[in-house]
């Protein structure tokens, strides 16, 4: 079971995002994740740890190595719950088209006819 | 333009997602939010705040009133950065499936033929 409280802590930090990214190409040893950073591997334990903690990967054990991957369904909850009021906030985001579509077209100048005569 | 880590972190608190959903189906005014909660008002307009300094909510001003709404984009945005990998990780789930099914099939025994004739 994942905590949304948690997962969500979890992915306020661009390094532990940048892990994220990384697993769900498929999973990685600790040295493999630390590779791109320019942080140090027991530091990015910490962060593999925050993300477990939350649900969001978890360790394989293959004889000596540890590989982590992502768990796809936690992954999947979380997008969900975003997701779960999408028809709601779309159709707010059409009908600010359509506000901003109306003031674009009132601010259009009348265009001028030359043959207009006018009489002041 | 919205912070990936203050969104996560706004919406890792129970309060702040209950707020959202609420302001998922519409706009509301702080007295409209406050009401299903059983916390003071003044707590309500500091999660308000939390969402509002991540970008996840704006407040209209209309007249004397100042409903908060969602910004769509916002949401988007955080969906789509879960998203972005879901093929990937729908795939490991349907990995997962298929493991899942050959492990059950394994344990299924082997359907017994009565008109097999057994010679020992």
Redesign the interface.
Known sequence: MIS??????A????TR?AIV?RL???EATVQEIARPFSISQPAISRHLKVLEDAGLIETRVEGSARPR??K??A??M??N??????A???A??HK?DAVLEELSNEEQPVPHDPREVHHE
């Open positions: 949304f409280d948690q997962s969500f802590a992915l306020a930090d661009p995002r990214e769900a190409e498929g991957r992502l796809p369904e992954m999947g979380l997008w719950w975003l997701g779960q009021y999408r709601l906030w779309e707010q985001f600010l």
